[in-house]
């Protein structure tokens, strides 16, 4: 007997961490986009959703699991939310999130209302505001196909038990969350596992009304069946015969004791159960005979039902409900640093902590308090980027994650200070090396042939495989970061613009950038596409073969910068002259 508990014990262990691991990309289930009303591509509207869905996409790793921001101003204000399924880790549910931006804005391009659901998450926007306002549509109902037995007890078991969830998850009982699960024997052989959850902005009444209206819909869409679920914008159901959310990480109430396939409903009056072998009762051998070989049957079949459960998809359809609907939320700031915590990192903004400074101010070594070391770029109260360059930074390097692009950890902005954080680059930048007579000796023909390879893969990122297409506008030596392993990072993003992906020019009459990696058109008529990039992205290269400055060229040998310089020798059949001499055993 005592092999058969244990069983029973460490089951809900094994398949927890089976769940977990099978739960590590988001499950993409369903999305509408409410076309009734459209915006226009380079619109405010636009702009502001933008900058919705990049809060969102900060906010990502909240440990409650949800979070609600609106930006811009009536009429063109956009809200938006994310909800994550509570007993779902933050890793997963920032992995659902960051995954979701992206993906709504692709399937949904121009609608002004749109919610896409995952395994995972829900995410939503709207030009609506509907803070702490309950949303039962547009709704979806997935059910699966396959039917259960005993219909008419699974469904009385199905009912009690999602009226008990969803009574717990109106309190709010679960760590604030609005979400509850409940398991209920079915059969000795079968468990129903239920779950229940709403937003938590919600009252508790409107969360139960949200539940109550999603339960009432689950006749008419999933009868007989052996799972199925109603998503809706501020609430959503589920069941199904088989452990589908981490048990590990939940609060689950008591069950009752398993009944044999064949007891179905309670012994008749005056009968009773005994474990003796007198008066009938059943003996302990006979017992240890049964449970055992049903203990192992139980957990293979589990490990079966988690295996398929990657299948899932192909067994259930996905039925549409009501297609209007609208979205809730409310503002806060996502990776704002108070101005104490940078000032304690930096030692106060002290000289020894000093990494350089340049137009734009001044650049610190910190050490935050959980040991990581950062870089702290602190603008100048003249520098030449001013507030719409800082939020601009913030805004893109927020929705840029690649290998070779700096990533921006969190800014400060408080009274006069605008403060970036960066991670900490220990070589600091490209210039720092290749104009420096000793160092340049360090970038041998290998590092830097990796330097323009990186460079390239970050800009060719830029160009064309992140959601939006930047044109970064400032490419040049000092804005080449190196890692300790000597990769490049492009940095400072304060003048880039944000194309859509089928635009492929624009023009401005405030031209920013630096003179020398300026592209022609754009230094003298303001165009700029994603061809002023490649022109800056060349003399770039060139510096990095000449080990020379785009600069230090005026009226000598004849040319005015680096391009003529080279273009001279090309023209005159001695091109390797323009050669770094310390790449001559190298290149």
């Known amino acids: 007997m005592k092999l058969s508990i244990n069983l029973f014990r460490i089951l809900p262990f094994i398949l927890g961490f089976s769940i977990t691991a099978t739960q590590a990309q988001p499950t993409y289930l369903y999305h509408i986009c409410q076309n009734a009303t459209v915006f226009a591509r380079n619109s405010t509207y636009q702009t502001n959703l933008n900058l919705t869905l990049s809060s969102l996409s900060l906010n990502a790793n909240r440990s409650t699991g949800f979070y609600n921001t609106s930006a811009g101003r009536d009429p063109n204000d956009v809200f938006g939310l994310f909800l994550c399924r509570g007993d779902v880790t933050t890793e997963i549910c920032q992995n659902c999130v960051t995954s979701a931006v992206p993906d709504i804005s692709q399937r949904c391009p121009v609608e002004e209302d749109a919610v896409v659901w995952y395994d995972e998450c829900l995410l939503r926007y709207s030009k609506q505001s509907i803070v702490s306002r309950m949303s039962d549509s547009p709704a979806v109902y997935l059910l699966n196909t396959q039917n259960i037995s005993n219909q008419n007890v699974f469904n009385r078991i199905l009912a009690t038990s999602m009226r008990d969830a969803a009574a717990r998850a109106a309190t709010g009982s679960s760590g604030g969350k609005k979400f509850a699960v409940k398991q209920a024997n079915f059969t000795a052989l079968e468990t129903l596992y239920s779950l229940v959850q709403c937003t938590p902005d919600l009252s508790s009444s409107d969360c139960r009304r949200c539940l109550d209206i999603a339960i009432s819909q689950l006749p008419a869409c999933c009868d007989g069946k052996r799972g199925g679920r109603v998503l809706a914008p501020s609430c959503n159901i589920r069941y199904e015969v088989y452990p589908f959310y981490n048990v590990s990480n939940v609060e689950v109430p008591p069950s009752p004791p398993p009944r044999s396939p064949e007891i179905l409903s309670p012994p008749p009056t005056g009968s009773v159960a005994t474990g003796s072998e007198s008066g009938g009762g059943i003996s302990t051998t006979t017992i240890i005979a049964i449970v055992a070989p ?147 000796g360090q970038l041998d023909w290998s590092r830097r042939y990796k330097i323009v390879g990186g460079i390239a893969r970050g800009i060719l990122y830029l160009h064309e495989d992140s959601r939006l297409r930047i044109i970064h506008r400032d490419l040049k030596a000092s804005n080449i970061l190196l890692d300790s392993e000597m990769n490049a990072k492009i940095s400072d993003f ?24 300026m592209s022609p058109e754009y230094a003298m008529h303001g165009q700029f596409s994603v061809k002023s990039d490649m022109y800056s992205f060349g003399v770039l290269v060139l510096e990095i073969i000449c080990g020379k400055k785009n600069s230090s060229f005026y009226q000598t040998d004849g040319a005015y910068d680096l391009v003529s310089y080279v273009w001279k020798h090309w023209r005159e059949g001695t091109p390797m002259k323009v050669l770094d001499p310390v790449l001559e055993d190298s290149y």
């Open 294 to 440: 049903i203990s192992v049957s139980i957990l293979l079949f589990c490990m079966g039902c988690i295996f398929i459960r990657r299948r899932a998809k192909k067994k259930y359809n996905t039925v549409p409900g009501d297609s209007s609907g609208v979205n809730e939320i409310t503002t806060a700031e996502s990776l704002q640093v108070n101005l104490n915590t940078i000032q304690v990192a930096t030692n106060n903004f002290s000289e020894d902590n000093k990494l350089g400074e340049g137009g734009f101010g001044e650049v610190y070594k910190g050490l935050l308090p959980n040991g990581q070391e950062v870089a702290v770029k602190k603008l100048s109260r003249g520098s030449s980027q001013g507030s719409e360059e800082f939020k601009n930074e913030v805004l893109l390097l927020a929705k840029l994650q690649h290998r070779n692009l700096v990533r921006l950890l969190g800014f400060c902005l408080e009274g006069e200070e605008k403060i970036l954080v960066y991670e900490y680059v220990p070589n600091k930048s490209l210039d720092f090396f290749l104009f420096d007579e000793e160092k340049r």
């Open 494 to 517: 304060g003048m880039a613009k944000i194309f859509v992906v089928d635009q492929t020019q624009g023009n401005t009459s405030r031209i920013v950038g630096t003179y020398g990696y």
